[in-house]
């Protein structure tokens, strides 16, 4: 009972913890060392690392604790929940370290929210599982019965596998009469035993000897092996080789291909014939291991590389190489061999990723961490240093720890999934060696989007020309937007800009959300709208969302819907009939009378052809077909009838023609009953006259304030958008006739006009546009100028009433 309350006590003390806290903002930001004994069973506790990190434990689920390892074994796990460490499967020290003390085995201790990075140092402390062992169980030594007393005879010695006070300590001689035992301290080799000759041999008396030599550790309680020695007392062969040096000492590289010379052991004898000749052997110096890399001559001594040297498994190599002789009872000594080997740069550094994030969003501030990652080298000196790097072209960067072995992965600038939505991130870890070795690994990076683009809109500011009498509820034109955003933040959703207080243009449209198609929910009217201006806003579906708007300008085309409208001759009842009385006697040439239309279309819509679709006689009446005057072709005969019925036939020039009749009675009278009736209907007229000019001046005044008008508003708008559109009024006065309408507008690299009876010289038509639209020659103004012009005839008015 008292013997396990000690080891208990024991373990406690071994469990002892010391903790060094260093600041690191980069990654690693504290280191942890524990001590365990090696063979604890699985699931034994070594520490609380997220309490001796001082991780709050009510979120430790949530940040992922967990522990990596740089060896190809886990030897230890975390429990998740608590932050206790655990040993996770069997420690033998020896297997994991050898002969190296301290056996220390790293532990990266690594976090999440945030993401950090902490390194656990866990010292494996030696326990006494291991009993010294010797080479063979049995052992012959052939003494010659000349040996002097006091002559040495070096014994193979044991081997211990556990360190410190564990390890071989002292070697023990059973008692006896001839031989004393002596130690010497040798290397790697530790205590090697020798027996001293203490008394003469006498083979008569005795040819044989049985020792038993005990080899013991320094454990508690301790442990002890032992090898059987029988000593041979030959009569003949009486001198043992004796080797050249003392210890032979060689350095060799660890890339020496096999066959490669290190040295010639020299061992004499001072024996004649088979006594004399040496034979050369390599002794193992633990049973059942594998014998060293390298391969001796028997004959001549030469060692010589066999193959397999590497300096990361094993630095120094300390052999022994027996020379017997050949005599009938052999004699033989060690030879002791030292073969250092010199590192050179034959591995490559190796990149571990202990934490990645592979998701960053395209806002994340620079120094965000990526991931974390652990280099290493199995190389010494400069060959083990390496140095971390990627592409500079990258918005990223490598930030070392304080020891140089991690390195942590963070952006260097600002995102833009809208330039490029992925990295591949080669890292590329370089040795300082010569010639230098590398290795890389490639990281994935997705970037996140984030709403950081505005919808934009493909033309700014759009402009349509909309035919009128189109059906409600129908399409009419479309706008179109684009956001350089993904998913849900590129999704775009149209809407028309109703902020304007009092009826505007927008509560007769409606437009699509989805795909910006734009409807007229009524028909429109070029003769009480020719144009409109309104905003549509296109907005995304990001979280905040963002929008922009553009503005659609709208022109109405004008449409034959309107008749020609007959404004001379006017019956009293309000059709287009009248009476004309002329003398007998006028000549050829005479104006009877002049009808006057109106169209209230424009262009070819409004530009009006006279013809005479009845006539009484067609040698005495002629009609001008653009002005609408009558005119005697001859002079009257007596017997030319007194009365002529003249119907006249006025239609538009739309692509479907619309028309309108007048009837002219014309009476031929004499010349006095002509000058009366004159006299009579100038009287009527001097009345209606004066009503009629009250009106006219009523409404000459009414056109022109709504011109004046017009102008400032277009001045306005002129100066409020882009040079691209310029609207000018123009007065045409060299027209007699027909009141009419023009537009004038350009589109692309050719200029239009919508013209009326007159049309300019090298005007041409264009093919589909239904023959009231001309290309005019460009002498004046650049590509994208639209102008519009409007003539008003106020003679027409006068000269009818």
Known sequence: MALIKG???????????????????????????????????????????????????????????????????DLFKVNPRDGVLLVNQRIDREELCANIAPCITNLKAVVEN???????????????????????????????????????????????????????????????????????????????PFLILQRPLDREHASQHWLLLTANDGGKPPKSGTINITVIVSDVNDNSPVCGKQKYTITIKENAPAGTFLLAVNASDSDEGMNGEIEYSLRSKVRGLSSEPFDLNSRTGKLTVKGGLDYEEKQVYEIKVLAADKGAVSLSTHCNVVVRVEDVNDNKPEIDITSLSSRIPEDAPPGTVVALMAVTDLDSGVNGQVVCSVPGHLPFDLKPSPDGQSYSLVTKDYLDKETLHMYDITITAKDLGSPALSSTKVIQVDVLDVNDNSPLFTESPYTFYVPENNKAGLSVFSVSAMDADGGENAAVTYSLDRKSKGPTVTSFLNINEANGTISALKSFDFETLKTFQFQVVAT????????????????ILDQNDNAPVILYPVSSNGSAEGVEEIPRNVNAGHLVTKVRAYDADIGYNGWLLFSLQEVTDHSLFALDRYTGQIRTLRSFTETDEAEHKLVILVKDNGNVSLSATATVLVKVVEPKEAFAASDVKSATRDEEGTDVTFYLMITLGSVSVLFIISIIVLIAMQCSKSTEYTSKYLQETNYDGTLCHSIQYRSGDKRYMLVGPRMSIGSTIVPGSHANTLVLPDRRRPSGEVSIFKNIHYEIVVNAL
């Not at 913890?17 to 930001?29: C, E, H, N, P, R």
């Not at 360190?163 to 080799?189: A, C, I, P, W």
């Open 114 to 192: 945030p993401l950090e990075m902490h390194q656990v140092m866990v010292e494996i402390l030696d326990v006494n599982d291991n009993s010294p062992k010797f080479p063979e169980e049995n052992y012959t030594l052939e003494v010659l019965e000349s040996a002097i007393v006091g002559s040495r005879f070096q014994m193979e010695g044991a081997h211990d596998l556990d360190v410190g006070m564990n390890s071989l300590q002292t070697y023990k001689l059973n008692h006896n009469q001839y031989f004393r035992l002596e130690t010497e301290e040798f290397g790697e080799d530790g205590k090697v």
């Open 7 to 73: 080891q208990w006590l024991d373990m406690w003390i071994y469990f002892c913890l010391a903790l060094l806290v260093v600041t690191d903002l980069k990654g690693i930001s504290a280191q942890i060392r524990y001590s365990i004994q090696e063979e604890l069973k699985s699931g034994m506790a070594v520490g609380n690392v997220a309490k001796d990190l001082g991780l709050d434990l009510g979120r430790l689920a949530d940040r992922n604790l967990r522990v990596v390892s740089g060896t190809k074994q």
């Open 540 to 555: 995304d579906s990001g979280t905040p969302s963002l929008s922009s708007n553009v503005t659609v300008n709208v022109f």
